[in-house]
Each structure stands twice: as structure tokens, then as C-alpha cells.
């Protein structure tokens, strides 16, 4: 509400009421203006304060395959800090060697259309650590239409403490297994021991018994 004191005996012109329409209609675009740049800065740091605090790792890519957005659990999980990746391939920093290739063919489908066969499926891929160390990681792919051009977003998580414990599973139902073999062979090879060992002691019992009448 824009409100205009005038002296007693003002005598008001038409032009001054078109410039008070034009003046209340400018202050009123600059305040919406300003609440939408609020709004703006509020989602920002929302955003901002999500994706700083969750413990997986958020990339995007640019229509490029270049680095466009890396959170700190990126830097967590793969040793590398933000100035140091943003800008650079993904391939060429975070693929094993012998993935980059067959990476890089299916990027080059995906800027065309933004689908892919990696999109929206949970994958479980190598990836290489700064350190140059190979390990195995949980990865989702999903895209987004930037200025009409494709962009990926990748959600990656370190699976390699459940791949540990998926090898120690199997490890343990393999010897599990191993010892109900061994248990159900010693049962079949104790019955037959048994039989005999029962026989030996009939006949003996019948020996000292029999023996003596041919003796007498």
C-alpha cells in the first residue's frame, strides 16, 4: 500500500495520478521480485543443507559428461574435494580404467535423448578413489533437462563393507554345509559299524556259552 500526503489546498493533475499508477505498480513488481529472490535463496539453502549432510554421494553432470555439482560425502567416499573435481570428466577421474570406454558410449546416447539404460536402476559398479584404490559401489542414475540440454544425477554409496559381509555369508553356509555333509555321511557309515559291533558281541556271549557244553 503506497499512501501520499498532500498539502491542504493541493490542486492534483491528471498526470500525477499516472505517475503515483506508475510508481505503486514498479515498488509493487520490486517487492514480489524480492520475495521471489527470497524464496530462492530459502530453497538454495534448504537444498544446500540437504545434500551437505546426507552420507551418499550426489554428482551431476553437465551436457558435457564434465562435473557440475559434488556434495562433501563425494569427497568421503572418493578422497577428492569439491575444486578438484568440478569441471573435470567423470569418467577419467572416477572409472576404473578398463570401464571408461563402454561409460562413455552410453553418455553420448543419453545427451541426445536423456534415457539410457542405466537410468533409474540401481546398478552396483567398480569405482577408483583418488588414492587409485578399486572398490565396489551402489549407483543410481536419474536426468534432468537443464536449458534443453541433458544432465545426469548420480547418487553413489560404498557398498564395500556389505559386499564383506556378503562374502563372509557365503563363506559361513559353505562350511555350514560341508559339516551337515560330514554329519550325515558318519551317520551312514556309523550304522553299519553299529550292525557289526552288535553281531560280534551276540556271537561272543554265544562262544563262552557254546564252548563249554563242547568241552564237557
Not at 23 to 37: E, F, G, K, S
Not at 89 to 95: I, K, Q, S, V, W
Not at 196 to 207: A, S
Request: proline share 4%.
Amino acid at each position: 500500500v503506497v499512501t501520499l500526503y498532500l498539502p491542504p489546498g493541493h490542486q492534483s493533475f491528471p498526470q500525477e495520478f499516472s505517475f503515483l499508477k506508475i510508481l505503486a505498480n514498479t515498488l509493487n513488481t520490486l517487492i514480489r521480485h524480492n520475495q521471489y529472490l527470497d524464496t530462492i535463496r530459502n530453497n538454495e539453502t534448504r537444498l544446500r543443507t540437504i545434500t551437505e549432510t546426507v552420507k551418499d554421494a550426489i554428482i551431476m553432470l553437465d551436457h558435457q559428461g564434465k562435473i557440475a555439482f559434488w556434495n562433501a560425502a563425494g569427497e568421503e567416499i572418493f578422497g577428492y574435494s569439491g575444486e578438484e573435481v568440478l569441471g573435470k570428466d567423470l569418467h577419467e577421474t572416477l572409472a576404473p580404467e578398463q570401464y571408461r570406454e563402454k561409460s562413455k558410449a552410453g553418455l553420448v546416447k543419453f545427451f541426445e535423448s536423456g534415457q539410457g539404460e542405466m537410468i533409474g536402476k540401481p546398478l552396483e559398479l567398480m569405482a577408483r578413489k583418488k588414492d587409485g584404490r578399486i572398490f565396489p559401489v551402489g549407483l543410481s542414475i536419474s536426468s534432468i533437462q537443464i536449458a534443453k540440454q541433458w544432465h545426469a544425477i548420480g547418487i553413489i554409496r560404498d557398498i564395500s563393507e556389505r559386499k564383506e559381509l556378503e562374502v563372509h555369508l557365503r563363506h559361513s553356509q559353505k562350511l555350514e554345509s560341508i559339516g551337515q555333509l560330514a554329519a550325515g555321511i558318519a551317520h551312514e557309515l556309523n550304522t553299519p559299524i553299529q550292525y557289526v559291533v552288535h553281531n560280534v558281541r551276540f556271537l561272543k556271549h554265544c562262544t563262552h556259552e557254546v564252548i563249554p557244553m563242547i568241552h564237557g
